[in-house]
């Protein structure tokens, strides 16, 4: 999928480049080969993905990233960069994968494809080579810019939250604005993020002798703990989604009229649809139940405004445990919980989103389309709630990339134009310092 331009775009420029970005959208048009090359060099699988990959390899991963925002630690890595007294922009980004299997493949067709491509590789190259871009052709970022490079993402962020409080009297203690590209635009209109669901996981275990027995002796004698397991799965939700977990959707937040009025000016391909399970809006919650390992299984909620974590974890445990008397099962039932992440949903007011709605329009010619995502990005509601500083997302890939998925790719054409999309927003945060009378409380 292509984010696509308004008519007066040209191939090679963007419809807003004729004034002070103008050489640096130049210099990224002209340098794109090189940025593909450099992504396929340093990034191509560099982590077959979280089960696989050693600290080692996620060290060398984080190092190269360093390294070339240098020349253009804990568990996350921290890193400042300028002096000004300008706004300080944390960029957040993660450098660990989903795991792949082989059988997932990468094809070709012209897109640049490979385990994080879009999720998230692809974004954080983007980022670096904006930055490039305005040393090349000297051109002053006006904005101090901080890094914030974590490898634990995908497996719950594990010391993240505690780092920050760690450092929130001195790395963080000048926070203006939080940037993350972790995620991809909802159709083919390029997007700005202002909200994603939380996660629940669950370990549903139903213990069992450890010894294996042989249907030939014993089948039909003992009740199979793996039928107990299928009948409490089988609870959780129905073929056609809909939680039955009694009480868990009581708390979910009611769509605002304002932000109904939002999805009337989303673009909606019922055809597109049916060839792509991502939907448009993601403002309910979701149960999933993710496989079967023996007599186990890890189901997890996709949970919204105002679902709170461990009320959902009561409810469910709850619910599995009532139904697991029903079933007089001789084994023993656990139920364990690993995950309960906050859903996160910004203030479309914010300064951020007016330099981001900006940003879009001087690329893509086009107004950016407003959405909540489904995914679960845990460290956007912590840094919101632990620094109070603005939060956005901007993507710039598109829903059709397969993260974690069989050939996971980026187009080369968001991949450019994502990188210059990224460079004006910088010029952009550097101009709300200037309009201090339009957002007093934040500037």
Known sequence: MLLHTSASSSSSSSPGA???LEPLFQYIDDHQNQFVQVRNEHYYDIL?????HTYTLLLNCIIIQIYMFLCCSEVACLLSI??????????YYKCDNMRMKVAHGFGSLGNLYGRGATDNKGPVLAWLHAVESYQATEKEILVNIKLIIEGLEEVGS????????KRNDSFFADVDFIVISDNVCATRT????????????FFVEVDCPKLDFHPRVYGGSIQEPMSDLIALLGSLLDHTGKILVPGVTDDVAPLTEDERKLYD????????MKNNSRLVINCNPSLSIHGIQGAFSEPSTKTVPNMDPPDVERKVKEHLQQVFSTLKSPYRLRVTTTVGAKQWVAN????LYVAGQRAVREVFGVEPELIREGSTIPIAQNFQEEMEPDVMMMPIGGHDDGEHSQNEKISRY?????????????????????????FPSKL
């Open 18 to 20: 004729a004034g002070m």
């Open 48 to 52: 077959p993905g979280v089960g696989t």
């Open 82 to 91: 300028g002096q000004l007294q300008q706004a300080n922009v944390p960029w």
């Open 158 to 165: 594990y010391g993240l939250l505690e780092l920050t409080r």
């Open 190 to 201: 390029p997007a700005l993020t202002y909200g994603t669901r939380g996660s629940s996981y």
């Open 265 to 272: 000016n989303i673009s909606f391909d019922l055809e597109e």
């Open 348 to 351: 479309l007011k914010d300064p």
């Open 414 to 438: 968001n991949y450019i134009e994502g990188t210059k999309l990224l460079a004006d927003y910088f010029d952009e945060i550097s101009l709300l310092q200037k309009v201090q009378d339009i």
